[in-house]
């Protein structure tokens, strides 16, 4: 089974300031994808960005960006310019590449607050 | 609107009584899937279906039943609710992987958050 890792349960960053959430995974897969997930206190979950793991470009949406180091098998988060709805449970999770294959293994979440 | 939806929102329950909470798509998605999300254990997968009729146990499928008669619909059924069962529970809902959609997102719904004493 897939194990995905967030050792930081939370983290804190002031308004503008950027901060970085880090993940890592466990595999013996070489097609994957992996996904960072934004849960706000809604609790709605929100694909906040994806990369695939046979992609060496990082994925980057706007503010977001991931360092998706595959030999490592980490995949961070990187949050630039942090606003204040940036606060909320951040989730990454992983899926394997086969077509048929859609469960997500998911970390345990990192709460991210901003202070204003 | 593309959408899952689930129902009820909240729900307070007494141990043994048995449940049935709902989960419908509008997205025509063969696959759809359900998890329960636990403080400082993220989401873990219950039961999935990939299609009318298919459906499959996940990681944490004790005490839990799923049915897909409809294509549309994906309800999770608690026959005897228990105190552990207590959680957030999410349905999530993707179509078929292949060609560009290969690496598409699934849709969650809004959760339900389910306590059982």
């Known amino acids: 089974a897939q194990t995905v890792t967030q050792s930081q349960p939370e983290m804190s960053v002031q308004e503008a300031e950027t901060v970085t959430l880090s993940c890592t995974y466990d595999?013996?897969?070489?097609?994957?994808?992996l996904f960072w997930y934004k849960q706000p206190p809604s609790r709605q979950m929100i694909l906040v960005i994806r990369?695939?793991?046979?992609?060496?470009q990082n994925a980057t949406e706007n503010r977001f960006s991931v360092n998706f180091q595959k030999a490592a098998k980490s995949f961070s988060l990187k949050i630039s310019d942090s606003q204040l709805g940036d606060a909320a449970m951040y989730f990454c999770?992983?899926?394997?590449?086969?077509?048929?294959?859609?469960?997500?293994?998911f970390g345990a979440g990192t709460t991210v607050t901003v202070r204003a | 609107e593309a959408q899952v939806t689930q129902n009820p929102r909240y729900l307070i329950t007494v141990t043994g009584k048995k449940l049935t909470v709902t989960c419908s798509q509008n997205?025509?998605?063969?696959?759809m899937s359900w998890y329960r999300q636990d403080p400082g254990l993220g989401l873990r997968q219950i039961y999935y279906?990939?299609?009318?009729?298919?459906?499959d146990k996940g990681d944490v499928p004790e005490g839990y039943k799923v049915s897909r008669k409809e294509k549309r619909n994906f309800p999770l059924i608690l026959e005897s609710p228990s105190p552990n069962q207590t959680s957030l529970y999410f349905c999530a809902s993707r179509g078929l992987a292949g060609g560009p959609n290969r690496g598409g997102e699934q849709y969650f719904g809004p959760g339900t958050r389910l306590t059982v004493t």
């Open positions: 990369q695939e793991a046979y992609k060496q």
């Open positions: 595999t013996s897969e070489s097609d994957y994808y």
């Open positions: 279906s990939m299609n009318v009729e298919v459906t």
């Open positions: 997205m025509n998605h063969e696959y």
């Open positions: 999770a992983y899926r394997r590449g086969y077509a048929n294959d859609y469960k997500l293994s």
